[in-house]
């Protein structure tokens, strides 16, 4: 091997060294961004998680509501009926 191809070789080491740092530093900021959507995503979820717990809690209650509301309104009806043609 001659001094040339042995510069030659160093050189291109280097640039593969260079090349593979680069490659890394952008894969640890891929993986942050992949982190932070992970994370965005789970407190989104979270979040869908108590408005559908309260839904259900707002449906439960309009359900008790109306067993009791409308027996009153059909009797209201009935009574209102019987009035106008008495």
Do not use: H
């Not at 900021?29 to 259900?56: K, S």
């Amino acid at each position: 091997m001659d001094p040339n191809d042995s510069t030659r070789l160093m050189t291109l080491l280097e640039q593969i060294r260079d090349n593979q740092a680069a490659s890394i530093a952008l894969q640890k900021e891929q993986f942050e961004l992949v982190r932070r959507q992970f994370e965005r995503t789970e407190r989104i979820q979270d979040r869908a998680e108590q408005l559908q717990e309260r839904g259900m809690g707002i449906m439960k209650t309009a359900r008790r509501s109306l067993a009791l509301v409308l027996p009153v309104v059909i009797l209201l009806i009935a009574y209102l009926t019987w009035l106008l043609f008495r």
